[in-house]
């Protein structure tokens, strides 16, 4: 694991950051164009930057790192991935909002709140223009055809009639309203109905077709739900579409003076796991490693198009991830893959496994090249580190649970400075479980992981949380919740003093 801040020499990076030094950029010129990648259920460990001993080759990531900064210590504030979302684009934790615990489906309303602040709206004030392109899932407001009939019947995870959906009409509460001037999204994730694109708020081909429940034999993460779909869909076509819909923005908006936002939401490697065939067999990882290989082709296509834009030294690319992966311990047995970097548990816990993501930031003349950074980061810190980029002070109550990691790339102070340093911060599991993160301690406020791994009812004879030290401990093998009563009582108040703050 990479634990200590340094610099180093890139051995090898692509046209794209070797000649970007030809347009000098002063960290005074401060609206920079922003290229967010969120990539969908990949691990820490996936990146062979991050873990030496990867089965997966990721050259594009790789080199990203090596042009900027890598984070080691980033984590996503909830281990799922609507939560993480909100909290992202918002700056507050996703359990201030009426999501407790769990997603989001494809037909759930949306849950940023009308008004609401965030990164889009505040960019767009700034004169930014501003786009969103990839895997929304959080919440659309859908039409119904009959208002006195249910949008749907049966279970959201199990949909049975969804005839009440009017598919030609205008969907609000997604991306056009929070704040970002295009958009072209999937609903929710890549294995949920309905299977759309939706274009600044219009299905962009009619739903005449209906997908039946997929799983592909002999390989675990190959399958997803029954649902409507649209006649342009295909699961095997998304991640490469949406990739070339996101190099095409990048493209146009260069043209313009105005500097742009892409929020950038990859759909992989998320289960469906489906290969294009050029990339099979490309990892030592399986299915899902080939996948994460798409991931990394898309990043590079994403990379190379920022470069033909003629913008590069004026484009800050920051990567990230919104959970760890959903890699479990018979994947580890099979492939001797540590997909989240040897951190214990998976997506949806508190373990570190669940929520420590990679984090990778490049700007050319701005960020010190092959930095390695141990700050402690949230993925909620977006808003603050670029209001800190503007120089603009953030009003108080938005973005409360933000805080600026902008020092952090370019050794500047903050401007903000009730948002300058993190010291603190929480997570949040799938089953709605909290834990406290404060220096080299972190409590959990539950018996299990909070997620899969290890439910609660499985757990009898175990102390109701937990307290680790990951300096000593990071695989996070010795509770020390007894030993550290003091410690815990501090971390508990704490914890329940954040969990109230009223933004």
């Known amino acids: ?36 990648i969120l990539a969908d259920d990949m691990g820490y460990g996936d990146i062979s930057f ?52 769990s997603v989001l489906t494809g037909y759930s309303s949306s849950l940023i709140e009308p ?5 889009a709206s505040f960019l767009q004030a700034q004169g930014y223009q501003t786009a969103c392109i990839g895997k929304w899932h959080l919440g659309l407001n859908w039409v119904k055809k009959d208002p006195l009939k249910p949008l749907y019947t049966g279970s959201e995870w199990d949909l049975e009639d969804t005839s009440n959906v009017d598919y030609q009409a205008k969907i ?14 999937l609903p929710a994730s890549l294995d949920m109905s309905p299977y759309v694109y939706i274009e600044n708020g219009l299905i962009t081909s009619p739903v005449t077709s209906y997908a039946k429940d997929y799983r592909e034999a002999g390989v675990r993460g190959a399958h997803y739900r029954h649902g409507d779909m649209a006649d342009n869909f295909r699961h095997d076509e998304c991640l490469s579409h949406f990739t070339q819909k996101s190099v095409d923005y990048i493209l146009q908006a260069s043209q313009s003076n105005q500097p742009y936002f892409l929020y950038c939401a990859l759909t992989a ?39 033909k834009s003629g913008k590069a030294s004026q484009t800050l690319i920051i990567f990230t991830t919104d959970n760890g992966a959903m890699w479990q311990p018979a994947d580890i047995n099979e492939t001797k893959h540590y997909a989240n970097g040897g951190w214990s548990g998976m997506k949806s816990d508190l373990w570190e496994g669940g929520h ?69 911060m929480i997570y949040h599991s799938d089953q709605g479980y909290f834990a406290l993160r404060r220096g080299e301690w972190v409590l959990l406020d539950c018996k299990g992981s909070g997620g899969w791994t290890l439910p609660e009812d499985s757990v009898i004879q175990s102390p109701v949380m937990q307290l680790y030290n990951l300096k000593k401990d990071p695989a996070q093998q010795h509770n020390l919740v007894d030993q550290y009563p003091q410690i815990v009582e501090d971390m508990k108040k704490e914890l329940e003093e954040i969990k109230l703050k009223p933004w």
């Not at 070797?18 to 922003?34: E, F, G, Q, W």
């Not at 289960?271 to 991931?295: I, K, N, T």
């Not at 990679?358 to 092959?370: D, N, T, Y």
């Open 50 to 101: 991050y873990n030496s001993q990867s089965k997966i080759p990721t050259p594009a990531l790789d080199s990203l790192a090596a042009s900027g900064i890598v984070f080691t210590d980033a984590h996503s504030n909830s281990s799922v991935s609507t939560p993480t979302r909100y909290g992202t684009l918002t700056g507050r934790y996703a359990f201030r909002s009426r999501l407790k615990k």
């Open 269 to 307: 490697p998320h289960s469906p796991w489906l290969l294009q065939p050029e990339f099979r067999g490309r990892s030592g990882a399986g299915v899902y490693g080939d996948f994460v290989c798409m991931v990394d082709d898309a990043v590079r296509r994403i990379c190379d198009a920022v470069y």
């Open 356 to 424: 420590r993501v990679p984090l990778i930031a490049s700007c050319p003349e701005i960020i010190p090249v092959g930095t390695i950074s141990d700050a402690l980061v949230s993925s909620t810190d977006l808003f603050a580190t670029l209001a800190d980029m503007l120089h603009v002070q953030i009003p108080h109550g938005v973005a409360g649970d933000s805080f600026s990691y902008w020092s952090e790339l370019t050794k500047h102070r903050s401007v903000n400075k009730e948002n300058a340093t993190r010291e603190s």
């Open 1 to 36: 694991m990479l634990t200590q801040k340094k610099h180093f020499v890139a051995s090898s990076l692509w046209g794209l950051f070797a000649v970007c030094t030809a347009m000098p950029v002063s960290a005074d010129d401060h609206r920079l164009n922003i290229v967010y």
């Open 172 to 185: 609000s509460g997604g991306p056009v309203d929070c704040g970002f001037e295009y958009s072209y999204i």
């Open 115 to 119: 008004e609401r602040e965030t990164v």
